[in-house]
Every structure is written in C-alpha cells, then in structure tokens.
C-alpha cells in the first residue's frame, strides 16, 4: 500500500507513516488479508450439454446402423518399466533397484473399445504417441481386424480429449 501510495498518488518517501502503522490502519478500517474461497468450474454449460447431446444422438444412429462401427479410443498414463518396487506383495523374493535408475522402458497403454461388442484391444507404445501414431495404431487394427468386419463400411471414432 505504501509503495502504491508513491508510485500512483506521488506522495514522498519520509511523509508517509511506516509500513507497520499502514497495515495497523487498513486492518481497523476491515482490510485485512483473507483467504480467498476456492471457486468450483461450473460443471455444465448450455454447450457442453449441446455437444453431449449431438454426441449421443450420433451414437445411437451409428450402434442401429449394422453397416457401421463405433469405437472409443483413448490413452492412458506412461508406465515406466524396469526393475522397481512399487511397494506390492508378493510370495516370492522380488529384486529391485536400490535408487532412482533410468527405467530400461517407458509404454504408453493405448485401448480401442467398440461397446456394442464389449471387446477391448490394447496397444503398448514405446514412441512418442502424436496424432499420426494414433492413426497408424487404428490403421494397424483396421487391418488385422479386415475379416471380421468385412460388412463394416463406416467407423464412427469416439475420441476422448
């Protein structure tokens, strides 16, 4: 406050009472520093509900249309593999590294689900996982997978993030 008071309003260094009278001042007049409440998002807006909205609608049409597939595809949090404990119990002797070691790996867990058919299929990835992996993943399973659903010739890709 005091240095506001020079900067903003001009008054001079040796006018100005000390900063320890200053706060004594504010805190009788009620200004004093409080916690400031943490405020929650708001959890739902007229656009995100528009969007969940069409979302479903899409889904519906693409689960009754037996020409098309829908699937959900996501990633989840890289694992780092190497000799560590992770603190679990086991009935045999483990052996792990004493300290923090590079971890020999590091995979990334990459799951495509189609719900209509409750089947699940995961990938591991060791590289970098951008835009281009995510289709050469999906091109990769659409290849293997080419016999099974010959008689699909729509995908409807549910993505999260």
């Known amino acids: 406050m005091r240095r506001q008071l020079i900067l903003t309003k001009g008054y001079e260094d040796e006018t100005l009472p000390s900063c320890e009278t ?3 001042r504010l805190n009788d007049m009620g200004y004093s ?3 400031v409440a943490k405020t929650k998002p708001q959890k ?3 656009e995100t509900d528009a969007i969940f909205k069409q979302l479903e609608k899409s889904n519906k049409e693409a689960d ?3 020409h098309t597939l829908r699937i959900s595809i996501d990633a989840k949090v890289a694992v780092k593999i190497g000799e560590f404990d992770r603190g679990g119990q086991t ?3 483990t052996k792990a590294l004493d300290h923090d ?3 020999a ?3 990334t867990p990459y799951g495509i689900y189609a719900p209509e058919l409750d089947k699940l299929w995961l990938f591991f990835i060791s590289s970098k996982l951008t835009a ?3 289709v050469d993943l999906i091109e990769q399973w659409w290849q293997s997978q080419t016999a099974r659903f010959s008689h699909i010739h729509k995908l409807v890709i549910n993505q999260d993030n």
């Open 64 to 66: 009754a249309d037996p």
């Open 101 to 103: 070691f590079e971890a």
């Open 33 to 35: 520093l409080k916690r």
């Open 105 to 107: 790996m590091t995979l």
């Open 44 to 46: 739902r807006i007229p």
């Open 22 to 24: 200053i706060r004594h």
């Open 91 to 93: 009935r045999v002797p």
């Open 132 to 134: 281009d992996c995510i």
